[in-house]
């Protein structure tokens, strides 16, 4: 962050102390790596000169082009990221040569007084430079410039706060050392006024300077105004503070006329100018064109087929009887439709408006006879502006079963609670009316006793569907040796049934389930101690 001083006898001071630092820090940096840029630069800013430039266009930026060719600079902007964030755009066609300097003024309230970061973007938006956060409250002929022109290692340090040099060189860079160079600046209060008007004229040098072989006797600092049929020269000395300042008087009786000034300085051998405009109005600039904003899009990233398809969007500025005009491209970019949408008092677009011209309130349709499945483009244009958005259309996912049940777990302890869940892919099934039947069924069922015969356990329900087309129903095993074997569940609805099956075993972890195939046997247990009963079951799979 740059912090400007608030008293002006400390500037001697730290100036002094700046330039003493530079000569023993910067230049042996700049007898190894260049400091110049290669690009067009900002040079020098003035956000609080002398006056009110919150009412006057007093405000101003030098651009320099430091490298050895000149740069088309037309369409390019200048403006502040903080503040009113007001943006000048340059001429097109406007060209600066090298080692040339150009100054822009615009306004009012071009830049804040506070924190100002004075940015130069090209045609594309890309920032080719700008400036540290500035600070400057004092409404005098001091700016934030750079040490030397063009000078850049992307630090504050580059820049400094000093007399105006507006429009000629802040100095170069010198490989041997830095020089008291003598400088002069001007500037006046507005820079355009009417008949009338009072033209203060205002003015700093950087050092005060006898006549030569006369030291006792300072040096005039000579002004001369020039315009239409009109010149005046005027003579003033700089105060202890190294300033100066004048007045005229833009009256006809004295000579002025309509038209521009220019007003030229020297001081020894420093010299500057600077120029106003006097009319017999009061001179308004042309506002600056704001662009059209246009954002378009739809109201999901993806669809499947029979989806509506909602384009919605935005316009910064609404263009009288302009509607924004799209087209929807497929996949194989074949043109399937196009329309057009009036943006509402806002400027918000939609398609779903019965007072548009789309595919109807619910919105944009595709085709479903065989449609194109992909990524489908959408391109629209209001006024000069385009913007497009891209959706997808994928087709409806066909359930793989009407029915599906399943267990938690395929083996299972005695005394363990098994969780059945079921899922219908049907609509409506829950408020039918007729019954859904759960049915487990234990179809093996070992023996615990020779000679005693086990009976199989047979458990009847019915079910109820939730209202997502869910069920859940809980079995807990009875902890006696009867209840292990394998069971099938069997869950039957009007329209059809399904099965799954699972086991109670005496060890669940070591369960490992037997691929089906045409016909399997199992034992009810690996190893037999003598005189155990061996019991083998069997099933066959219906093809």
Same mark, same amino acid.
């Given at each position: 962050m740059i912090v400007q001083m608030r008293d002006p006898r400390l500037y001697l001071v730290i100036g002094f102390l700046a330039v003493v630092m530079l000569c023993v820090q910067v230049n042996p940096v700049m007898g190894q790596v260049s400091s110049i840029a290669n690009h067009v630069m900002i040079n020098e800013v003035e956000i609080d000169p002398p006056g009110d430039d919150s009412k006057s266009i007093l405000q101003w930026v030098e651009l320099y082009n430091p490298?050895?060719?000149?740069?088309?600079?037309?369409?390019?902007?200048?403006?502040?990221?903080?503040?009113?964030?007001?943006?000048?755009?340059?001429?097109?066609?406007?060209?600066?040569?090298?080692?040339?300097?150009?100054t822009y003024t615009y306004g009012p309230s071009w830049f804040p007084h506070i924190g100002a970061i004075v940015q130069l973007k090209d045609t594309n938006g890309v920032v080719i430079d700008q400036t540290p956060p500035l600070y400057d409250q004092q409404n005098d002929l001091n700016t934030w410039q750079r040490i030397t022109d063009g000078?850049?290692?992307?630090?504050?340090?580059?820049?400094?706060?000093?007399?105006?040099?507006?429009?000629?060189?802040?100095?170069?860079l010198s490989s041997t050392g830095t020089s008291s160079v003598l400088s002069i600046a001007v500037a006046t209060d507005k820079t355009s006024y009417v008949f009338g008007d009072i033209v203060k004229i205002n003015g700093q040098v950087s050092k005060q300077v006898n006549i030569p072989n006369l030291s006792y006797i300072p040096e005039q600092i000579r002004i001369v105004v020039t315009g239409p049929g009109f010149q005046k020269t005027i003579t003033a000395y700089p105060?202890?503070?190294?300033?100066?300042?004048?007045?005229?008087?833009?009256?006809?009786?004295?000579?002025?006329?309509?038209?521009?000034?220019?007003?030229?300085?020297?001081?020894?051998d420093a010299s500057a100018n600077t120029q106003f405009a006097l009319s017999e109005q009061a001179y308004i600039p042309p506002p600056q064109q704001t662009q059209?904003?246009? &954002?378009?899009? =739809?109201?999901? /990233?993806?669809?499947?087929?029979?989806?509506? !398809?909602? #384009?919605?969007?935005?316009?910064?500025?609404?263009?009288?009887?302009?509607?924004?005009?799209?087209?929807?491209?497929?996949?194989?970019?074949?043109?399937?439709y196009q329309g057009s949408l009036f943006p509402d008092s806002q400027g918000r677009l939609t398609a779903l408006n019965q007072y548009q011209q789309s595919r109807g309130t619910s919105g944009l349709l595709i085709n479903t006879v065989n449609p194109t499945y992909g990524i489908y483009t959408i391109t629209a244009?209001?006024?000069?502006?385009?913007?497009? &958005?891209?959706? =997808?259309?994928? /087709?409806?996912?066909?359930?793989?079963?009407? !029915?599906? #049940?399943?267990t938690d777990k395929k083996a299972y302890a005695l005394g363990e609670t098994v969780i059945i869940s079921g899922h219908a892919n049907l609509v409506g099934v829950q408020n039918t009316g007729l019954p859904n039947h759960l049915q487990i069924i234990q179809s093996f069922v070992a023996a615990g006793n020779?000679?005693?015969?086990?009976?199989?356990?047979?458990?009847?329900?019915?079910?109820?569907?939730?209202?997502d087309n869910t069920f859940t129903y809980k079995f807990l095993i009875p902890a006696t040796s009867d209840s292990l074997g394998n069971y099938r569940v069997v869950f039957t609805l009007p329209s059809g049934l399904v099965e799954?099956?699972?086991?109670?075993?005496?060890?669940?972890?070591?369960?490992?389930?037997?691929?089906?195939?045409?016909?399997?046997?199992?034992?009810?247990?690996?190893?037999?101690?003598?005189?155990?009963?061996?019991?083998i079951s069997g099933q066959m799979q219906i093809l």
């Open positions: 490298t050895s060719q000149p740069v088309n600079i037309g369409g390019w902007t200048i403006g502040a990221t903080t503040g009113l964030r007001n943006t000048y755009t340059i001429s097109a066609g406007t060209s600066i040569q090298s080692g040339q300097f150009l000078f850049n290692t992307n630090s504050t340090s580059d820049w400094a706060f000093k007399i105006a040099s507006t429009g000629s060189s802040n100095g170069k105060d202890a503070h190294l300033q100066f300042a004048t007045d005229l008087k833009t009256d006809p009786i004295l000579g002025f006329n309509q038209g521009d000034y220019k007003i030229s300085v020297t001081y020894s059209t904003i246009l &954002t378009f899009s =739809t109201d999901k /990233p993806s669809y499947i087929l029979g989806d509506p !398809i909602n #384009v919605v969007g935005n316009v910064s500025k609404i263009i009288p009887l302009t509607p924004v005009t799209y087209k929807v491209f497929d996949p194989n970019t074949v043109l399937i244009a209001y006024g000069d502006v385009s913007a497009g &958005t891209t959706f =997808t259309l994928s /087709p409806v996912e066909v359930p793989t079963a009407a !029915i599906s #049940v399943s020779r000679g005693v015969v086990p009976t199989a356990k047979n458990i009847n329900t019915i079910i109820n569907f939730d209202s799954t099956d699972f086991v109670v075993t005496e060890n669940p972890s070591a369960y490992q389930e037997t691929p089906l195939s045409a016909f399997n046997i199992v034992t009810d247990k690996s190893s037999y101690a003598l005189g155990d009963p061996i019991v």
